[in-house]
């Protein structure tokens, strides 16, 4: 629910609550700066709107299957014209659901010269009822004739205790609480789920070593995960390896990677908080969005190269 971000984020909860009551701009522009809350309250602040209240409607939407809310994702490294064309071709019949309709536009700094052109000119001319949302880390990267068509939002930056505490999780040092996380159901371990997380430690092992070289290889780590639901799981173990990294960091106790703990050693020297927090940030982004995305393998390779930007 938006109201549980009044607090961790006061001056975007009060613009967003006046937007919603004095009235809805046309398009709003987040400047996330790596906030580890920013997503969540943006897809609240969607969830309110689109839903009013409809459960129905906020289970669509999480689900990623509610046709009037349309993501738009770089395809490789930039956001092209075509996708921008399409987005517009879906939003021109009448909608039969719902009298608004967003669209959120991730890494909108990406947007190629055509691209952005495309989506100034549907800034413009905006349609009733359809609304914007632009996604970046990097204003200054952006078209400024795009910029100042939006309400700009900018989160805060948090500071390290924040994101300690938003990573603080209660479980106990062992494989099987690792797998009742991911999984939910502890009695389904079996070696499935041993060689799984092996394939978890290969992958973080060989990237951390080889970098964005790991594109090249990917396919040895991922060709038998057809499911979403399985990568998913992947990347979730993924960024469990990274939290309990940062943890031995700060000197705290590994929560679930104890059994592999000579890698926690080995890439705690090579990597800095800082740099650990920005690999779990982009992975706590992508992550959600992998049921929105259709083409795996640039899926993973954002991921990769993000993480290294």
């Known amino acids: 629910m938006l109201e549980e971000y009044e607090k961790k984020e006061p001056i975007i909860y009060r613009q967003i609550s006046n937007s919603i009551k004095n009235g809805l701009s046309h398009a709003y522009l987040f400047e996330l700066n790596d906030n580890i809350y920013a997503y969540e309250m943006i897809m609240s602040f969607v969830k309110k709107v689109l839903s009013n209240g409809d459960d129905n409607i906020a289970k669509r939407i999480d689900d990623g299957n509610y046709p009037e809310l349309k993501h738009i994702f770089p395809d490789g490294q930039l956001i092209r014209k075509e996708q921008l064309e399409e987005l517009q071709k879906s939003f021109s019949t009448i909608s039969l659901e719902n009298d608004k309709r967003f ?71 062992t494989l099987h609480k690792l797998f009742f996380t991911i999984w939910k159901n502890k009695d389904e371990l079996n070696e499935y789920h041993r060689n799984f997380v092996k394939k978890v430690i290969e992958f973080i092992n060989y990237y951390e070593k080889n970098k964005l070289k790991t594109i090249v290889y990917e396919n040895r780590f991922f060709e038998e995960f057809n499911d979403k639901i399985e990568l998913n799981k992947f990347f979730e173990c993924v960024i469990l390896f990274y939290r309990d990294l940062l943890r031995y960091k700060f000197g ?32 706590l982004e992508k992550v959600r969005l992998i049921k929105n995305n259709v083409n795996t393998s640039m899926f993973i390779d954002g991921i990769i190269i993000d993480m290294e930007e």
Do not use: W
């Open 103 to 173: 669209y959120i536009i991730h890494d909108s700094e990406k947007l190629n010269v055509a691209a952005a052109n495309s989506l100034l000119k549907f800034l413009e001319e905006p349609s009733d009822g359809i609304i914007a949302i632009l996604l970046t880390n990097n204003i200054n990267l952006m078209l400024k004739t795009i910029v100042s068509r939006c309400q700009i939002l900018t989160f805060s930056k948090n500071k390290l205790e924040d994101y300690i505490k938003f990573n603080q999780i209660t479980s106990n040092i």
């Open 252 to 283: 705290s106790d590994v929560l679930y990677f104890d059994d592999y703990i000579d890698y926690i050693r080995e890439f705690s020297c090579i990597n800095t908080e800082e740099m650990i927090i920005k690999k779990i940030n982009t992975l």
